[in-house]
């Protein structure tokens, strides 16, 4: 098991969908793992006058984790964390943290 780095402290693993032949000439949905890595995890704040505008606004978190060689996260992959399955929002940015760099994007639950 991979050490936790810091404020990286969540386990979250990386999906993407597909589909795979059924042997009768149709097609079955797939759910293929990509990576489990570490991350950060917080809740993004909604500014009062929003929430008491649109109470069904779904959760929103803002997650991190460190850059590495052969995978960047994009829209099309799903996340897991805490057992539950989110979308990622918006188009993955790197920032520079410290000495190394970080994609974060914004995930809500599916």
């Known amino acids: 098991m991979a050490t936790k780095f810091g404020k990286y402290d969540q386990r ?11 042997g009768y000439g149709g097609t079955t949905p797939s759910v293929v793992e990509v990576l ?21 606004l779904p959760t929103m978190y803002r997650v991190g984790v460190l850059c590495r060689d052969g995978f960047e996260p994009n829209v099309s992959h799903i996340v897991e964390w805490r057992n539950k399955r989110y979308a990622i929002v918006n188009a993955p940015v790197v920032e520079s943290v410290r000495y190394q760099q970080e994609w974060q994007f914004d995930i809500r639950e599916q």
């Open 36 to 56: 489990t890595t570490w991350a950060r995890v917080e809740q993004l704040k909604v500014s009062k006058n929003i929430e008491q505008a649109q109470m069904s």
């Open 12 to 22: 979250i693993k990386f999906f993407n969908e597909g589909v795979i032949p059924d």
